[in-house]
Antibody, heavy 121, light 107 residues
Framework: EVQLVQSGAEVKKPGESLMISCKGS????????IGWARQMPGKGLEWMGI????????RYSPSFQGQVIISADKSISTAYLQWRSLKASDTGIYYC??????????????WGRGTLVTVSS | DTQMTQSPSSLSASVGDRVTFTCRAS??????LNWYQHKPGKAPKLLIY???NLHSGVPSRFSGSGSGTDFTLTISSLQPDDFATYYC?????????FGQGTKLESK
C-alpha cells in the first residue's frame, strides 16, 4: 500500500527540541518530494517547505525559514521536521505530503494523517 | 508571496445541491491551482490538480475551472460524504500557499 506514516503525538515544553518523522512506503521514496504543512488550532493549512530525498535539496516558505529544519534520510525512506527550540505558537497538527515534482506537478497527491504537537509549560 | 483568498469562508447546503467554491490568487498563477478536501482527524485529500484534472478515484461530480487569478470548484450534486473543508492551493511559485479554506456544512 502506498502511504506516508507519521510519528505519534508529542507534548513538549517551550524551549525544548523536537523531531517528527514521516515514513514513505509502497513507492520509490527518492522519486518524489516530501512537503510539510501546518494546521494551527482552528485554522487552515500553511505550506512550510519541501525536501527532495534524492539529494536532500530543501526549499522553505519565508514564514518558516530559520524556524524549522526539514530533512530526509533516503536509506530509511523517512523525512523529518525538526525544531531546535519550540514555542507555544508551534502548537498544531503537522502533515507531511508527497509531491511529484517541483515545477509542473506541484500538488500533494498523498498525505500523512498528521502529527499533533502541543507545546505548553 | 502569492496570497490565496477563498470565498465564502463557510457554506450551508443540502444533499443534492449544486455547490460552488471560489478561489482568487493575488497574482497570476497560470493553471497551477489545486483543490483539497479535509475532514477533521483525517488526512487531506487531493481532489483536483492543475485547475481541472480529477485526481485518481475522485468522483466525477467534482469539477474545477478558471485560469490566471480566478478559479472555482463545483460539486454538481452534493453527497453526504462531501461535508468537509475545501482548500485551494497555488503550485506556481514557492511557497505553494493555501487558501484559508471553505467549510461546507449541512443545512
Amino acid at each position: 500500500e502506498v502511504q506516508l506514516v507519521q510519528s505519534g503525538a508529542e507534548v513538549k515544553k517551550p524551549g525544548e527540541s523536537l523531531m517528527i518523522s514521516c515514513k514513505g512506503s509502497g513507492y520509490t521514496f527518492t522519486s518524489y518530494y516530501i512537503g510539510w504543512a501546518r494546521q494551527m488550532p482552528g485554522k487552515g493549512l500553511e505550506w512550510m517547505g519541501i525536501v527532495y530525498p534524492g539529494d536532500s535539496e530543501t526549499r522553505y516558505s519565508p514564514s518558516f525559514q530559520g524556524q524549522v529544519i526539514i530533512s530526509a534520510d533516503k536509506s530509511i525512506s523517512t523525512a523529518y521536521l525538526q525544531w531546535r527550540s519550540l514555542k507555544a505558537s508551534d502548537t498544531g497538527i503537522y502533515y507531511c505530503a508527497r509531491q511529484p515534482t517541483i515545477y509542473v506537478q506541484t500538488y500533494f497527491d498523498l498525505w500523512g494523517r498528521g502529527t499533533l504537537v502541543t507545546v505548553s509549560s | 508571496d502569492t496570497q490565496m483568498t477563498q470565498s465564502p469562508s463557510s457554506l450551508s447546503a443540502s444533499v443534492g445541491d449544486r455547490v460552488t467554491f471560489t478561489c482568487r490568487a493575488s497574482q497570476t498563477i497560470s493553471t497551477y491551482l489545486n483543490w483539497y478536501q479535509h475532514k477533521p482527524g483525517k488526512a487531506p485529500k487531493l481532489l483536483i490538480y492543475a485547475v481541472s484534472n480529477l485526481h485518481s478515484g475522485v468522483p466525477s461530480r467534482f469539477s474545477g475551472s478558471g485560469s490566471g487569478t480566478d478559479f472555482t470548484l463545483t460539486i454538481s450534486s452534493l453527497q453526504p460524504d462531501d461535508f468537509a473543508t475545501y482548500y485551494c492551493q497555488q503550485g506556481y511559485k514557492i511557497p505553494y500557499s493555501f487558501g484559508q479554506g471553505t467549510k461546507l456544512e449541512s443545512k
